[in-house]
């Protein structure tokens, strides 16, 4: 686990703006929102989402940086995901998305309340 | 302190990075006026171009002022954006998008259906795996590297558009901003300068015209290699160089060279290692070529000292060759492992024809000299950085800018080889030139000199990557032809193609049907019987002898993409393959199954009383396979 991390607020923010979007992406598709909205709230979620998450657990970098990071990682994990499901023949992708979602997005808030127990404490001082 | 301004504290012999001033929120929004009136002008000077009706000379002789001149002022947007002093690099950023949604969002804004017919074997495949769940390895190469299909397959189910098209047309913008996303992130790492790195996100997708960014295995692998080279340079380098190296390039540039900077990686070692892999096994099981492009580029970075640790390398090469391993007999019978050794017959392309139209040629000499102008552009570049002592930080890059070349010394992939080296160092001589630009002190100059290379590039792109869209433009009747056959055509059968340009293997029922690999694979224009003369009832039996190669009954299908391709190519003279289509529909050896305006499917009839075909019955899949002398520029694997 980090101790370097970034200032608090910008964490916390890009933690709340993935939170946000893994909520509109799975809204989207659960009230089969018109097709350019939810393609476009699945693809940037499936995008940015995982890999956000599985940040979370790194040392913060620049933004630049970190959106690459984002997208690479979490295009890597739900590739290799895939990989398993179409050759095991265990083809369950909803459920695969699911867990995948709701993972990352347990990983986000988790880190959120870390973000904001850091800032309550320094504020206290 | 970020390491950005850290560096630029360091003081490379450099120009100042401008723009450390930014304005205000009102003057950035003043500055992003002409970007809005650009974007609302582009959209609407689309409202009335014809993209089913295009010329030799493709989309840049049908587009219309309004979408110059909202391009130019993009590209000029985004190099004042770069540029001048007290410009928000967010500003920059968003002219930078401008630009990718204005040239690889023109195309999906006129035609909803995904460019490209060889994109729609692409589709057929995600179908597939998404009606069986599991692949099946003796289809095809797809079904043997099926991370992107399996990937599209679970993305296609969470949306509920079953048939990828829906979305597909998009693929080429989504993957070029994703791309430009990866490159901008990695020039940063490097150069660490963020406008250098904006303007070389710039340059790359001016420079990107090889149109492989469409909805495809190498595209995704792409842009994983690029996720992949990110993670290297940034948490696995060491920031050093060889010595000896230096001391090489300080005689020959009779310049001293700056050390390199200090590492950026902050993650824990296994943490990096561990997310290089799990990418590079995306890439490995994804698309054949990418993974030996990384590995090239990595074992050369390993090489020089400047990433560690060294058994990375072993550890990515033995998940490389361990998968070629496990397919090579497919490979060796179907493609060959290796094409040629010598480097002068890979860079060959396909010869379509010998007497192309004068929109071709005029095409492929822009092209070239596109190539010519990007290279000579990266060499002097590499020699300006090093004459202001840069070389040994700009050693990654050129490293990535050339490695690519090491393709042509073992493959011709199919006559494409030089467009995936123009695809893999792209990104890297785009940042190579803007950096070298970046060196040049007076402010003026440099703007203007960036402004020179982006508007020169712009036009060769134009040019180059939209100028066969007469070919690669397909109607929403023509790929209704398509769902037809794969919904309804004989199992078994074949459907043999007038010449290329059909949404080929479209359906998810696609290996129920017989054919050769390759892309537009069985069609007539392969056959000398075809090339070159005038069609009607002679060649009607040859029609019937091409599908009896494959089956006993079959399929050919004649379309307006088929018949601008034989003509644009001239491989046969204007009107003859309508004339054979009259002579086919006259025939009672076939039947009209399938018409639209733009695409009409013939079925051959059982033979009964009729003299018994020369038939050669082939296997299912690889019977008969052919070269592909008739296959446009585009993608096999």
Known sequence: ?125 | MSAATGTMAAGPPVAADVGSASTGRPGRALAAVPGVAAAVLWRLSLRHVNAGNLGEYGLPAALPAGWYVALAVAVLGAVTALTRRGKHPLLAAGYVCLVAVMLYGTVPVLSPEPHYAWTYKHVGVVRYLEANGTVSPNVDIYNRWPGFFALAAVFSTLVGDRDPVAYAAWADLAFTLLDLALVVAVVNVIVRRLRVALAAGLLFLLTNWVGQTYFSPQAFGYLLGLALILIVVSQLSTGLTPPRLTRLTERVVRRPQLPGEPPTGTWPKAAATVAVVALDAAVVASHQLTPYMLLVAVALLTVLGTVRPWWLLAVLAAITFGYLAANLDFIQHNYGLFTSIDPFNNVQGPKITQHPSPGKVFNTDVELLFIAAVWAGTCLAVWRLARRGLAVRALALVVLAFSPAAIVFGQNYGGEATLRVILFSSPWCSALIVWAIFTIDARHARAAALATVAVVFTGLFVVSYLGQEELNILSPAEVSASAWFYRHAHRGSVLVLAAPGFPYRYGASYPSFRGPEGDANPNLMTEPAFQGRQLGAAQVAGVAERINVYAKTGYIAFTHDEQTFAEVFRITPPGALQRLRAAVARSPRFRLAYANPDAQIYELQPPRATAAPRVSHHGPRNAGRRGSAATPRGVRR
Do not use: K
Request: charged share 10%; net charge positive.
């Open chain 1, 1 to 125: 686990m980090s101790t370097n991390r970034g200032p608090m607020p910008r964490r916390g923010v890009w933690d709340c703006a993935l939170l946000a979007l893994a909520a509109l992406a799975a809204a989207s598709v659960a009230v089969h929102a018109p097709g350019a909205v939810r393609v476009t709230a699945v693809l940037v979620a499936a995008c940015l989402l995982p890999g956000g998450a599985l940040l979370t657990l790194l040392p913060g970098g620049e933004a630049p940086q970190t959106l690459g990071y984002a997208v690479g990682l979490g295009l890597a994990v739900e590739t290799l995901g895939a990989l398993a499901m179409i050759w095991s023949g265990f083809w369950h992708p909803v459920a695969w998305s699911i867990l995948l979602g709701g993972a990352a997005s347990c990983l986000l808030a988790t880190d959120l309340r870390r973000q904001l127990t850091a800032t309550s404490t320094r504020a206290g001082r």
